[in-house]
Nanobody, 123 residues
Framework: VQLVESGGASVHSGESLELSCQASGFTYATYCMGWFRQAPGQKREAVAAISPGGGSSIYTDPVQGRFTITRDNSKGTLYLRMDSLKPEDTAMYYC??????????????????WGQGTQVTVS
């Protein structure tokens, strides 16, 4: 199993960014996928999750209305579109895979595969 994130960068407040996560080594289309983030000195936080088919998604309150999670099952790729970025969005962002498609919650206990992360810095 491999998850490789990309797209992190340093941007200014109000700008947009799109993260990508390339998945391989498992049956991607049957997994719930999620984005998590961790800022220095902070606990890891769930950001968004999307159902295996992509028809359902959930977000943590601080990003609701600003971030959009999508997936392309034909390419095995997960995306996170981030608009109206704020300094408090600064963190390492990780994608993760949850084999329990029916338990697609914002809870890291259900996710058992993780990428190495991509850094997002907003100033």
């Amino acid at each position: 199993v491999q998850l490789v994130e990309s797209g992190g960068a340093s941007v200014h407040s109000g700008e947009s960014l799109e993260l990508s996560c390339q998945a391989s080594g498992f049956t991607y289309a049957t997994y719930c996928m999620g984005w998590f983030r961790q800022a220095p000195g902070q606990k890891r936080e769930a950001v968004a999750a999307i159902s295996p088919g992509g028809g359902s998604s959930i977000y943590t309150d601080p990003v609701q209305g600003r971030f959009t999670i999508t997936r392309d099952n034909s390419k095995g790729t997960l995306y996170l579109r981030m608009d109206s970025l704020k300094p408090e969005d600064t963190a390492m962002y990780y994608c993760a895979a949850n084999p329990l498609g029916g338990r697609c919650f914002l809870n890291d206990r259900y996710f058992d595969h993780w990428g190495q992360g991509t850094q997002v810095t907003v100033s």
